[in-house]
């Protein structure tokens, strides 16, 4: 792996099929400001590098093939477990398995990029991702349209949801919605009690824009 460089973003690729993986590798470390740090064939063996590596040394991005449909399947809470640690995590996918792609969404992830997808997207996705971003596809937001535990909105509240974590104060998603303030307010507040109800206390404006990316409401 590259050495790491100040200024430069680190990544970690986790990809079981070695020419893809060097495939990987080539995309992200030729590009100026990524430089890759570890690339391995499983989430197990970066948690066991991660355990011994100095924390200088830590990605800043892992870029990480779910592997389905061979192995042992990506773990949701180790996915987590990486995000906790402020670790950013770009999922490469066939999007074979929506139930897993929806497990790691819930887990934080940034995005998913197709296995098809082209390379140029990749790279879009690693530093929109790196810079707190996300990356959603039609294909993605179809996955996450059928997540069963997302919270059914109804119009008025997905359309409350979308101007305010947009950005929009109060008294402007009020006046775009043609309704007064107070009933804006009610609008948002049947939003977070909906996700409490599904378990997940969303209590800010930055709280909400951070759901509204996850599950598709944003792109």
Do not use: C, F
């Not at 997207?121 to 990356?135: F, N, R, Y």
């Amino acid at each position: 792996m590259t050495q790491q460089l100040r200024g430069q973003r680190r990544i970690a690729i986790v990809e079981d099929h070695l020419l893809q993986r060097r495939r990987t590798e080539e995309i992200l470390g030729d590009h100026p400001g990524l430089v890759p740090v570890w690339s391995g064939e499983s989430l197990l063996a970066l948690r066991d590098w991660l355990s011994r590596a100095p924390r200088a040394n830590h990605p800043h991005l892992v870029v990480l093939d779910l592997q389905v449909d061979r192995g042992p399947n990506v773990d949701p809470a180790h996915v987590r477990e990486l995000v906790d640690a402020g670790i950013r995590v770009l999922v490469v996918s066939a999007l074979a398995s929506p139930d897993l792609v929806r497990q790691v969404l819930r887990a934080g992830i940034g995005g998913v990029v197709g296995k098809r997808d082209p390379e140029t997207d990749l790279l879009a996705a690693a530093w929109s991702v790196l810079g707190g971003g996300s990356w959603v596809t039609p294909e993605l937001a179809n996955v996450m349209a059928g997540d069963p535990e997302r919270p059914r909105l109804s119009d008025q509240e997905e359309r409350a949801l979308v101007l305010y974590a947009s950005g929009l104060t109060l008294e402007a998603v009020a006046q775009a919605l043609g309704v007064q303030p107070d009933t804006a307010k009610k609008y948002l507040a049947r939003v977070k009690a909906k996700y409490a109800a599904a378990g997940e206390q969303v209590r800010s404006k930055l709280e909400l824009n951070q759901v509204a990316k996850r599950d598709g409401y944003l792109a």
